[in-house]
């Protein structure tokens, strides 16, 4: 789906989490004590969530999952809305479990915004410090405050009902940090929103994390949002963490399937012996790198080329029968499905689909492209 990565995230931009008093806690320094120090062991009926989780105050992490993962089940967990049936959840140093759920320093966007439709936008805004017990008047000074830095200040005096959904996301957005969080969840944060959108409150979104100074835990389905938002990405599936790591790394070595498919790589697991791994079933893959042991091998579905005859000289050798499994467009191509000896995935411009006659069923042979089949430690 994408191999974008987001890389390091700017630490410029507004400071968004701060005022006179800090909101991100003791910095990088102290990230041993400071930010998320978390194992949530949870039920929901006969799912069993058991995830570790651990971030640095600044840092953004992007709990990445199919449906049904516990993706949810863990930010409820973090909010205090699901109690813990083991393990434990320390912020800052402190074991949040001993407080209340709504005396935690936790702030929540949901992915439906939950704003009081009868109240405007700054009312909404200034909810958390009034709860907090801050007068009305400088409760409302510091909602317009909040909605200025997240360019609302016209809208304002606007009810939910008149806003669009990027605006209410970002309504959403400064009613959560008003409360100054030390933890800041966001649920499926560009769910609601339309394609179009999207590509903007995703990189508004971007901006105002990078200047929030505490942890924030973001949870999504979708890799791109992952990808872009996210300094790390921790891979949820039934329950576990099945990978983490930079967006960057996530995307080049797959560990899983599941991440594979979202990352549109082939994915094979085998024994590396020099420049090829024999995968476990039999098929040996020639690959770029000079590897001893088990390892993973991955590369994208633009190295594997398709011919219709067994093509000769150089590539022979590594060409592979194959038949056609099932075709989708996929943007300006064609994703081919290919099973046999090693099951595949190829992407071909549209034109040469058509040349190749590809159908179901057609027998085709398959060559990857050693240089771009990356190996590593499995
Ligand atoms: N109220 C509930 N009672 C019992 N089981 C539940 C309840 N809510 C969720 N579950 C189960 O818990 C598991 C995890 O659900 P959860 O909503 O955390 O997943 P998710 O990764 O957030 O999925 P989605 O992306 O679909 O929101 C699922 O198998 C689901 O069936």
Partial sequence: MTGTAGGARATAGPSVGAGEETAGGPGETGAAEGGLDARLVAERGTFRLDVALRAAPGEVVALLGPNGSGKTTALRALAGLLPLTGGHLRLDGEDLERRPPESRPVGVVFQDYLLFPHLTAVDNVAFGPRCRGTAKARARAEARAWLDRMGLADHAGKKPRGLSGGQAQRVALARALATRPRLLLLDEPLA???????????????????????????????????????????????????????????????????????????????????????????????????????????????????????????????????????????????????????????????VAAAELDLRPGATVWAVVDAARARAYRA
Avoid: W
Wanted: with cysteine; aromatic share 4%.
């Fill in 192 to 350: 609601a929103l339309d394609a179009r959108t999207r590509l903007d409150v995703r990189a508004r979104l971007r901006h105002h994390l990078a200047g929030f100074e505490a942890v924030a835990v973001l949870v999504t389905h979708e890799p791109l949002d992952a990808m872009v938002l996210a300094d790390r990405v921790v891979v949820v599936e039934d329950g576990r963490v099945v990978q983490e790591g930079s967006p960057a790394d996530v995307a080049r070595r797959p560990r899983t399937d599941y991440v594979a498919r979202l990352v549109g790589l082939n994915l094979y697991r085998g024994e590396a012996r020099g420049h090829t791994v024999r995968v476990d079933g039999g098929p040996v893959i020639a690959t770029a790198d000079d590897l001893t042991g088990p390892a993973f091998v991955a590369f994208p579905p633009g190295a594997v080329t398709l011919h219709g005859d067994r093509p000769t000289g150089s590539g022979a050798r590594d060409a592979r029968r194959c038949a056609v499994a099932g075709l989708e467009s996929h943007g300006d191509l064609v994703r081919v499905d290919l099973t046999g000896e090693l099951p595949l995935v190829s992407d071909l411009t549209t």
